[in-house]
């Protein structure tokens, strides 16, 4: 029985929260990407699935913070976050639908 590293769980949470924020913003010609990220690690994942849930507590003009918090598979918080996602506008050339159908996809089939 091995523990989930930290630096996973921080990669799934900080790619949930980019990916809503940039799906949010890519129809106004925006893109998203990830500014900060601190961490609450409270207790270890050592098996099972895990749940990661992100509410957004501010969906500003250039910046969206959100709330997160993962579960293990008996349903115990493991790890709480906070996450900034900076906003700005998309470089010219960047095809926005392309990367939003993708976003949309990956969340459906369960990826990140």
Do not use: Y
Request: with cysteine; hydrophobic share 45%.
């Amino acid at each position: 029985m091995g523990i989930m590293h930290g630096g996973v769980i921080a990669s799934v949470i900080e790619s949930l929260c980019s990916m809503a924020t940039g799906v949010a913003v890519f129809p106004e010609n925006r893109i998203a990407m990830g500014q900060s990220i601190t961490i609450n690690f409270l207790r270890p994942i050592t098996g099972g699935a895990i749940d990661v849930r992100a509410v957004a507590e501010h969906s500003g003009r250039m910046t969206w913070v959100w709330r997160a918090t993962v579960t293990d598979s008996e349903n115990k918080i493991c790890a709480v976050a906070h996450m900034t996602v900076a906003v700005r506008e998309a470089p010219e050339g960047v095809d926005l639908e392309a990367l939003a159908r993708s976003a949309v996809e990956k969340t459906a089939d369960g990826q990140s």
